[in-house]
């Protein structure tokens, strides 16, 4: 039976004597959500003036892809078990206090080892906030988290788009990426500061209690495979389509810093949009409908190479449709495991699996093959994913309640 917020109302460790608030709880991951996004997406924009600082050349500096994500590696695989012992809301303010010190020390280091140091502290910061805000919203909302689910990714979503509009606003007035840093850092500090002062819901448990293994570990490893290709699609493109575009003349530097937040922008409304979707529609449906929008919308930037209208139009589309393909895994896998937080820190693995090896690997190549290796690796990503997809439906069978229920803010409906 699913943990609800009526079953989950007090403190880990301190049973009846702290209610839990979901609502504030709700907005204080929410809000982390920003700050993840605003921090995710500042790579990609900053990436020229990084090398700059660090006097490397983007085939150098495409390997904080990596370093960032190894320590998102990192992060998500010790997050998951401190949250099933610890209570979750001191562990997030930790990771957003590390995300702003990091943010505010990685613009001013000269040497790019240095910087890639930093850089891996950042990405344990950033997995153990991710895992956390996914893990800790399901025990507050339990089987009625789907739209909660898609509206703390439409969060994150308006973090990523906002950030390479400071980005390039803080370019353009100080002709450096450092004040755009040190802004976002400042950004964490009020959310830290929120989620202080609440009490942490209590940790959820299946069936193997909730730190001993996995009910279904090989479901857990498909979903985890489908993360891998989702998510190295996604950091792919959004890390690399300034630089795409760049190199290709389709828009100066500006313009390609406002083309990435077109990207982060589409995410977000499509996230908007797939909360009362996730109400009425299968995820299984949703997810189709993503994969096959993400494929004809790298096709078509592929087909039409030297436009610039394409290139707008294709990543308004990739945007989208990736929109609402994370958050919706997770609320199709809630209702066939347990979520406690050794599961969910699987699928974050994953994540940051997918995150660290196709970014890197687009930098390694797009030197010596030219700018459409970009595309071209992001489209055969997704057609492996759009393969996975399908066993991942096959093979995951029925959900623990019955097929024909969707779920709603406000309860169970057919």
């Known amino acids: 039976m699913p943990i609800t917020a009526d079953a989950t109302r007090t403190q880990i460790g301190q049973p009846g004597t702290r209610p839990l608030r979901?609502?504030?709880s709700t907005i204080g991951y929410y809000a982390a959500f920003i700050g993840l996004g605003l921090v995710s997406a500042s790579l990609g924009p900053t990436l020229p003036g990084l090398a700059e600082h660090t006097r490397t050349h983007l085939g150098e500096i495409?390997?904080?892809?990596?370093?960032?994500?190894?320590?998102?590696?990192?992060?998500s695989l010790l997050a998951g078990r401190i949250y099933d012992r610890m209570a979750g809301h001191p562990v997030m303010v930790w990771a957003l206090l590390t995300m702003a010190a990091t943010m505010a020390l990685a613009p001013t280091l000269p040497v790019l080892w240095w910087l890639a140091a930093v850089l891996l502290l950042l990405g344990v910061a950033e997995g153990t906030l991710d895992v956390g805000g996914n893990t800790l919203l399901v025990w507050v909302h339990g089987s009625r988290v789907g739209p909660f689910m898609n509206g703390l990714h439409f969060f994150f979503g308006v973090?990523?788009?906002i950030s390479p509009i400071i980005v390039a606003q803080a370019v353009l007035t100080t002709g450096d990426i450092t004040w755009a840093y040190w802004i976002l850092a400042l950004l964490l500090l009020p959310v830290a500061l929120w989620l202080a002062r609440l009490p942490s819901p209590a940790a959820r448990s299946g069936p193997a209690g909730?730190?001993?293994?996995?009910e279904n570990p090989r479901l857990v490893a498909l979903i985890a495979l489908f993360m891998i290709l989702y998510v190295g699609a996604e950091v792919s493109f959004g890390g690399w389509i300034y630089t795409y575009a760049t190199t290709l003349g389709l828009a100066d530097v500006a313009a390609a810093a406002y083309l990435t937040s077109l990207f982060w922008g589409a995410l977000t409304a499509g996230r908007l949009l797939a909360i009362p979707v996730a109400a009425r529609l299968r995820p299984r449906t949703i997810l189709?409908?993503?994969?096959?929008?993400?494929?004809?919308?790298?096709?078509?930037?592929?087909?039409?190479p030297r436009s610039s209208p394409?290139?707008?139009l294709g990543t308004f589309g990739t945007g989208f449709a990736m929109a609402s393909i994370f958050p919706t895994v997770i609320s199709w896998a809630e209702r066939r495991i347990t979520l406690n937080g050794n599961v969910t820190s699987w699928f974050f693995?994953?994540?940051?699996?997918?995150?660290?090896?196709?970014?890197?690997?687009?930098?390694?190549l797009f030197d010596a093959l030219g700018p459409r290796v970009t595309m071209v690796t992001i489209l055969a990503v997704l057609a492996v994913a759009t393969l996975v997809f399908a066993g991942?439906?096959?093979?995951?069978?029925?959900?623990?309640a019955d097929e024909d229920v969707i779920q709603t803010p406000g309860g169970e409906i057919r």
């Open 349 to 364: 693995v994953g994540a940051s699996l997918g995150a660290m090896s196709f970014p890197f690997l687009i930098g390694q």
């Open 392 to 400: 991942l439906m096959v093979y995951g069978g029925p959900p623990r």
């Open 210 to 214: 909730p730190s001993r293994g996995v």
């Open 22 to 24: 979901p609502l504030a």
């Open 62 to 75: 495409s390997f904080l892809f990596t370093t960032r994500s190894l320590g998102y590696l990192g992060g």
């Open 288 to 304: 189709l409908l993503d994969l096959l929008g993400c494929l004809a919308s790298v096709g078509l930037i592929l087909l039409f």
């Open 310 to 312: 394409i290139i707008w």
């Open 159 to 161: 973090g990523a788009f």
